[in-house]
């Protein structure tokens, strides 16, 4: 990411109405836990300045000799004022701090869930740094705002008012000298709050850029360490952690001044009153007693205002986060499902049943005769291959006449592309690097719409269907072989969350993954988050054995043999022909003899089909695949098996 990019994503202040909505959305359902905790908290700050006032009474009557009996009604007043407020604030931030993790729960659910709802040049308008950002550190920013709003901030008002009526009963003149050093304690937070807004909305963006520098740092930390480029990441790294640290000094240093004027103003009160509490004794417009109960009134007011500080100061950094999450969520996905959706033409998955002979073998090689419906199961200790459903379309997938063009493109990725994918056939696509090869496989599961043309399932319209249906009858191995961090076996089952572990160990063999029979805890095995304890092409047929697990109408397998040495590449694609004899194939690749076989092979050069045929066809009539056939030939690319 850019530096203009970082800068803009810093500077993102988002709408602040939108966030205002989102977080009344948020607290709609907790609108009873809500009044509940504000009820309880009345109880703390009633039960709080009670006692003083009952304190100031004892004392009074102790002095006035007024005998134990009211010695005694006033300690008992005093204790039950303490059982109430204790009770109240203990059980009160238990509800508040439920309320705020409930919350924060639903806010991230929404905002992971919105997310996959998002194509990719959406999701990339904010990052990926930027949404683990908002949906992790935003959220909890949020939640403990919330804490800190209702425990803080909250009590703040009625502290004031109470205390202040209090003080006005027991004595006018100290009761308006609270009333003006209230109001100046209340100057002293809306500086602070005005000069550290901005810079609290600046931090999160600084989050932003840390996740981002952090995240190329220890994913790149192999090619930082080949080009010997330490110390140029060490300096993007200190400066974008000393840009931080800087506006975190500026914002500490507002509130450490703010601190120190609230510190030397909480002395000055208690000064006050106890000068001007004991000249109003010796007019005898108070009594003694009456002073404690003052000290107590300000020192309660000025403590709670200080704590309030650092609940407002939340409450815009806050409001920017809730700002960027609703930025997501109030974000329209440009693919969503249909309001009212149609049904494929056929039922998915393929039923297992014992195989006869294909109608038009297109495998790389012969595959063995198969035995007659009468003839004994054969020898060999895995599935049979599953068979269309008679009364399967042909047809499984068409592209007619597609074209693509990106919203921030100036002109069409895909242009004019039509292709058709049969039920037992293999279908592969070739092109030079950047010609659309993976786009049109991405197409066929609508993680791109067309702008023009269709795309078609089944003999639905894929935009007439459901995503989730749509999905379900696909099996789809990615360019980037991805492993979750977990199992084998819980890899594998998010092909099909049911499969037995014999149809684990089934999928594993077609995809040539034997080496997970040598692993000492076999489908137990651990895999590392991005299945980085494993090699590229171990990673590639276990992303293999995860699709071949699903049963599904097509196939599509996005570049995904290209780690694999040729013998492996072969062996796993003659038993692939086999096993999915009755579903239709796509082949994505850029070697010649991963594709030579197909029974058709579409040529793409800059989004265009160029040439369509079979291998021996095209090297006659096609010269970009000719080229690409003479270029890997010389470069021992297109070995023959």
């Known amino acids: 990411m850019s530096d203009s990019i970082l800068d803009s994503v810093a500077g993102e202040k988002g709408d602040r109405t939108e966030g205002g909505r989102l977080l009344r959305r948020l607290l709609r359902p907790y609108r009873g836990r809500i009044v509940l905790a504000l009820a309880l908290l009345v109880c703390d700050v009633v039960g709080m300045l009670y006692i003083p006032t009952e304190l100031s009474a004892l004392i009074n009557s102790a002095i006035s000799a007024d005998g134990g009996g009211a010695l005694v009604t006033h300690g008992a007043r005093m204790l039950v004022a303490a059982f109430v407020g204790s009770g109240g604030c203990v059980v009160s931030y238990w509800v508040v701090s439920n309320l705020a993790a409930d919350v924060a729960r639903d806010l991230r659910v929404e905002l992971y869930r919105h997310s996959l709802e998002l194509s990719a040049s959406e999701f990339g308008r904010f990052g990926a740094a930027s949404m683990i ?35 006005f009963s027991v004595d006018a003149v100290v009761g308006r000298m609270l009333l003006v050093m209230t109001a100046v304690m209340l100057g002293v937070s809306v500086v602070a709050v005005v000069r550290s807004a901005p810079t609290f909305v600046k ?141 494929p033409a056929a039922p998915a998955a393929p039923v297992p049943a014992t195989p006869a002979a294909p109608a038009a073998p297109v495998a790389p090689m012969p595959a063995a005769p198969a035995a007659p419906a009468a003839t004994a199961t054969p020898a060999a200790p895995v599935p049979a291959a599953p068979a269309a459903p008679a009364d399967a379309p042909e047809e499984v997938a068409r592209l007619d006449r597609v074209c693509l063009r990106f919203e921030d493109a100036d002109e069409d ?20 690097t950047g010609s659309g090869k993976s786009t ?50 819980e890899n594998l089952r998010h092909g099909s969350s049911d499969a037995t572990d014999e149809e684990l160990w089934h999928a594993l063999d077609v995809a040539q993954a ?26 590639q047929r276990l992303a293999i054995a995860r699709a071949l697990v699903r049963r599904a109408d097509l196939y599509v397998f996005d570049d995904s043999f290209s780690a694999l040495d040729f013998r492996t590449d072969a062996a796993l694609r003659h038993a692939i022909s086999r096993e999915l004899a009755g579903s239709a194939i796509l082949l994505v690749a850029q070697r010649v003899s991963t594709i030579r076989d197909a029974a058709c092979i579409v040529v793409l050069d800059e989004g265009r089909v160029v040439g369509t045929g079979t291998h021996d066809e095209l090297v006659r009539t096609c010269e970009a695949y000719r080229q690409i056939v003479e ?3 010389r470069g021992g690319g297109a070995s023959h098996e």
């Not at 909890?140 to 209090?166: D, E, G, K, R, S």
């Not at 930082?224 to 000094?249: C, K, M, N, P």
């Not at 080496?515 to 299945?531: E, I, M, S, W, Y």
């Open 440 to 489: 049109v496989a991405k197409m066929l599961l609508r993680f791109h719409d067309v702008t023009s043309g269709s795309v078609s399932l089944l003999g639905t319209d894929v935009r007439e269907m459901t995503r989730a249906e749509l999905r379900s009858h696909i099996a789809y191995v990615p360019q980037r072989a991805w492993l979750f961090s977990g199992t084998i076996a």
């Open 413 to 432: 990725t895909l242009r004019d592309v039509s292709l058709s994918l049969r039920r037992g056939e293999t279908c592969a696509i070739i092109g030079n």
């Open 133 to 167: 950002t908002r949906t992790l550190s935003d959220v909890n920013v949020v939640q403990q705002t919330l804490v800190m709003t209702f425990t803080m901030a909250a009590p703040v008002p009625v502290v004031c008012v109470v205390a202040i009526l209090l003080a």
């Open 514 to 539: 034997g080496f997970v029979r040598d692993l000492p805890d076999g489908l137990a095995a651990h895999v590392a988050q991005g299945g980085s304890n494993f090699s590229g092409g171990q990673r």
């Open 631 to 633: 270029s890997q030939e």
């Open 203 to 343: 931090l999160q963006g600084f989050v932003d850029r840390m996740n981002v520098r952090l995240r190329e740092s220890v994913t790149g930390t192999r090619v930082v360490r080949a080009f010997g480029r330490e110390d140029f990441e060490r300096g993007q790294l200190d400066e974008t952690f000393q840009s931080y640290a800087d506006s975190a000094i500026r914002v500490n240093l507002v509130f450490a001044t703010a601190d120190s004027a609230t510190f030397f103003i909480m002395n000055v009160v208690e000064a006050l009153v106890m000068w001007l509490g004991a000249d109003r004794v010796g007019a005898h417009a108070i009594q003694i007693g009456s002073i404690s109960a003052l000290i107590e009134y300000s020192m309660t007011i000025l403590f709670f205002m200080m704590m309030a500080q650092f609940a407002v100061v939340q409450l815009p950094r806050a409001a920017a986060c809730l700002a960027r999450a609703a930025a997501v969520l109030t974000l329209e996905p440009s693919i969503a499902d249909p309001a009212t959706p149609a049904a």
